[in-house]
């Protein structure tokens, strides 16, 4: 559970923690204790506006609303990262970790007492009155929301009367709800009927029960449960419900195929930044789209992270064959997942081939849980004119810029919320710089706080005294860098050779940093 303590701190940071999940009938389970109708002599009866948990739901701007309320009694609550939360809210952390929405807890404008006991004749109180207790908060903006997720306790086999006062206050025509619940034996009781009946226009998912027995250890099915709902988004990768992309437009890439070789275009039609009319004097076809070969690590490897790599080729051509394919076959061999970015040459300028390689590296990032990486251990590496393409990216194209400030035209995508920074570069046979001129501004590289930068090239070569050059000024800007110069190699040894064999140095490097990061 690392990765949800880690969600938790910030979501909790200043609040006070005191939620317990409620009371609930002593009735024994007779089904598995999560399962979605884990409750005996429950009724069969399902409302027309009723589903099974496991259908799918359309996507769109989703709600996680809950009731959780504290008392005293033993296996009502879970501690995670020495956090206190009731069960019910438990699992509405989770849900919304694992989706991505937003989140509302309803609570009593009179507070309910904490005395497990006093409560439960309260609650019974409640129901014999059928009460309406009134919630301290309201909902801003509910309409936007097609999707909401509703969680409570079980108490006296029905909703708790705070429920019912929600439900009465909301208009839930054409949305759909997917209930969740928490109990001491009883399940869901009648509650999803309840709620079909309270909401006659809305569509009700019979969602997932819990006990309170296993609430403890039961994340896993409940991120489970999410997937299969269809709702499920990686906690690592941005919030697309956020505050930040409410407005922002969805990208629509292709899903990755981890393990299966696959080409993954980069920019949706008509979409890309910086446009240009067709001539004859383009370097590519009119059909050419920018796009990454993902070539993955070989069956049995274990997996260290993710290395994008650009060709050299003076951004007339992509010398592909001697550069990236073999050092691609190398590195996955290693356990790098490898991704061999075809960025736009001429008469495109580096800072729009730039363009293509930051969104390769923002949608290998958005989708690292698939990947099976930490988003953070994500590498550039490029070779000759490649490196210096890297040496843009890390330079200008990095972190939250987007395409927008190169392109006054362009809209950025809920992909371009992703960052595009690198945990390392490799400059093979290459600089920062522009074509044939390395750059050794120490201040423009002290301000771009550069990652660790890896060198390799050869004394025969023709920018060698270049390299070195660069390769100082970034030291001296306090980059850590990491230099192999092979004694008469020439330019262009790609993937290496007995004289130059880097890969395997390369690999040594950045496995500590991706090890330290």
Not at 31 to 46: L, Q
Not at 320 to 335: F, I, Q, V
């Amino acid at each position: 559970m690392g990765r949800f303590r880690k969600f938790l701190s910030l979501l909790l940071c200043g609040a006070c923690l005191l939620s317990f999940a409620a009371c609930t009938d002593s009735g024994a389970d007779t089904k598995n204790p999560s399962s979605p109708e884990n409750y005996p002599g429950s009724s069969n009866t399902t409302s027309d506006n009723m589903n099974s948990n496991t259908a799918t739901v359309d996507t769109g701007k989703t709600l996680v609303v809950y009731f959780s309320m504290p008392d005293n009694k033993d296996n009502s609550s879970v501690v995670i990262g020495g956090e206190t939360l009731g069960n019910t809210q438990y699992m509405a952390y989770v849900i919304k970790e694992n989706t991505g929405a937003d989140i509302f807890r309803i609570e009593p404008e009179v507070p309910y007492t904490t005395d497990h006991d006093a409560l439960v004749e309260y609650a019974q109180q409640e129901k014999s009155e059928n009460a309406r207790p009134a919630i301290k908060d309201s909902i801003e903006n509910f309409d936007e929301y097609n999707t909401v997720f509703v969680g409570y306790p079980n108490w006296w086999a029905d909703l708790p009367m705070i429920l019912y006062t929600f439900f009465d206050t909301y208009d839930f025509s054409g949305k759909k709800i997917i209930t969740f619940n928490t109990h001491g034996g009883s399940g869901f009781s009648r509650t999803n009927e309840t709620i079909a009946e309270l909401e006659p226009n809305a569509e009700v998912i019979r969602g997932l029960s819990i006990s309170r027995d296993v609430i403890q250890d039961a994340e896993q099915d409940i991120v489970d449960w999410v997937k299969d709902l269809g709702l499920y988004h990686d906690p690592n990768t941005v919030d697309d419900t956020s505050s930040e992309s409410e407005n922002t437009p969805a990208f629509n890439m292709a899903v990755p195929t981890p393990g299966e070789a696959q080409t993954i275009y980069l920019w949706e039609e008509g979409k890309m930044p910086c446009p240009r009319e067709y001539s004859s004097s383009w370097n590519d076809p009119e059909d050419f789209k920018p796009h990454m070969e993902y070539r993955p690590v070989k069956k049995g490897v274990e997996v260290k992270g993710a290395v994008m790599l650009c060709a050299g080729g003076a951004f007339v051509f992509r010398g592909n064959w001697g550069d990236t394919y073999p050092t691609a076959d190398k590195l996955n061999e290693l356990g790098y997942q490898c991704f061999v970015v075809q960025y736009r040459l001429r008469p495109f300028t580096q800072e729009e081939g730039a363009l293509d390689l930051a969104r390769a590296v923002r949608y290998v990032r958005y989708y690292a849980d698939e990947y099976d990486i930490d988003p953070n251990d994500i590498a550039v590496v490029g070779y000759s004119a490649g490196g210096i393409l890297c040496g843009e990216q890390v330079l200008n194209w990095k972190g939250d810029v987007t395409p927008a400030a190169l392109d006054e035209n362009y809209i950025p995508d809920t992909l371009d919320l992703v960052s595009a920074d690198s945990a390392a570069i490799g400059h093979i046979y290459s600089f920062y710089g522009r074509l044939s001129v390395g750059s050794t501004d120490v201040e423009k590289f002290r301000q771009s706080n550069l990652p660790p930068t890896f060198y390799a090239y050869g004394t025969e070569d023709p920018f060698y005294h270049q390299f070195m050059a660069n390769a100082d000024a970034v030291r001296e800007a306090g980059v850590s860098v990491e230099e192999h110069c092979y004694d008469g190699q020439p330019h262009g040894f790609g993937a290496g050779n007995k004289n130059s064999d880097w890969v395997p140095e390369f690999d040594r490097w950045l496995t500590d940093i991706y090890e330290n990061n």
